[in-house]
């Protein structure tokens, strides 16, 4: 690089400076050698420094202007800026609040879209849950109707167990006396034997005194038969033992209790065959049936002494109870049925015979009578 690139490189301020330095040194020069152009020399020295005072104020006044010029562009760009902005804002809040204005309505119409599509899915399941509570409360309703009346039917139950238990209190006790257990278990012999369909002095005979060669007997209740026959019913309540096993506060004691009433039971089956009752009866079978009123004191007993039943039966003692005995007097009411209706079919036979008979002789004499008109 020469010397005039670097003088074109440099800013052409400093460039001037060093141009005017040069020709003041030069002109200094000329006029220290040249002394009638001293006094001139002076007063361009004078001159030049006024000159360079001069831009130097110029170059004050320059920088000072364009110091200004920046302030007022940096001014003027900020305002240019703040209005650009301003405007740009203004336009970017009309253009936002069209477009959210847009897309509230957008949404509102998807929301509305979407709620009745929503609403749609709901209504069935809305009926559902109606149809449910209604359901629900009718169950409910239901169900308290049903509280009330199982409320009301265990009050009267409790009230009926209250007065089943004194009632009970009282019979226990009543049972215990002998002729009270026999008037009970008559009574509800009579009610079986009427439950059983049959009619008192037709099909069965109550308390029938019958005299016999060793005296006059009267068995509780005597069974007619179809074909005339007998069967002699006997009540027995053997209860004293049954009634202490109940009350019995130990098992041993209950055991006890229940081995005497066994014994108690095949006591009074012993008493009845000796009584012979189907020898006293004409055309009675050679047994006698022994009434216990109660299921379970028949049970009580044979659950101490299994073979009691065999050993009755031995002794020509059929052991009955409300349930066996109900059994075997349906069959006789229904063996007393069906001899009523042979009796009425052999009835009808005879009434259809002699009628057969007497339209035969009505013919005969409308046959005479015939002849006789005809002749005349």
């Excluded at 405007?87 to 477009?99: C, G, K, M």
């Excluded at 066994?262 to 020898?279: D, F, G, Q, T």
Aim: proline share 3%; hydrophobic share 45%.
């Amino acid at each position: 690089m020469n010397r005039l690139d670097t003088l074109a490189g440099l800013d052409p301020l400093l460039a001037g400076g060093l141009f005017a330095a040069g020709f003041a040194i030069g002109l200094l020069a000329y006029f220290l050698f040249s002394r009638p152009g001293r006094h001139r020399l002076e007063k361009e020295i004078v001159e030049l420094n006024a000159r360079i005072n001069s831009q130097a104020e110029v170059a004050a006044e320059r920088e000072s202007a364009l110091r200004q010029a920046e302030e007022r562009l940096a001014a003027s760009f900020g305002k240019l800026a703040h209005e650009s902005m301003t405007r740009q804002s203004d336009t970017f809040l009309r253009l936002a609040t069209e477009r959210l204005g847009k897309l509230q309505q957008q949404a509102k119409a998807e929301l509305g879209e979407r709620e009745r599509a929503v609403a749609a899915l709901i209504k069935p399941i809305q009926q559902a849950l109606d149809q449910t509570r209604e359901q629900i409360s009718a169950i409910e309703k239901t169900r308290l109707e049903a509280f009330g009346n199982i409320r009301q039917q265990l009050e009267a139950m409790a009230t009926g167990q209250e007065t089943l238990r004194s009632e009970t209190q009282q019979l226990v006790k009543a049972l215990r006396r002998p002729e009270v257990r026999g008037q009970w278990g008559e009574i509800t012999l009579r009610r079986i034997v009427e439950l059983a369909g049959m009619v008192e002095h037709c099909d069965f005979t109550e308390q029938a005194h019958t005299p016999t060669e060793n005296g006059a007997i009267r068995p509780d209740l005597i069974i007619h038969l179809p074909d005339r026959g007998q069967v002699v019913v006997d009540v027995k309540t053997p209860l004293d033992a049954y009634l202490e096993a109940v009350d019995a506060d130990t098992d041993e004691a209950r055991r006890t209790a229940l081995q005497r009433h066994a014994r108690n039971v095949a006591s009074r089956v012993r008493e009845l065959s000796a009584k012979a009752y189907w020898a006293q009866f004409e055309r009675s079978p050679e047994m006698v049936i022994l009434f216990i009123p109660g299921d379970q004191f028949l049970s009580a007993a044979l659950s101490e002494n299994p073979a009691l039943l065999e050993e009755a039966m031995s002794k020509r003692v059929i052991l009955a109870t409300p349930t066996s005995l109900v059994a075997l007097l349906k069959a006789i009411a229904y063996g007393w049925r069906q001899l009523a209706l042979a009796d009425n079919a052999e009835e009808i036979r005879r009434l259809a015979v002699d009628l057969y008979s007497r339209l035969g002789t009505f013919s005969g004499h409308m046959l005479k009578l015939g002849k006789q008109l005809n002749s005349g």
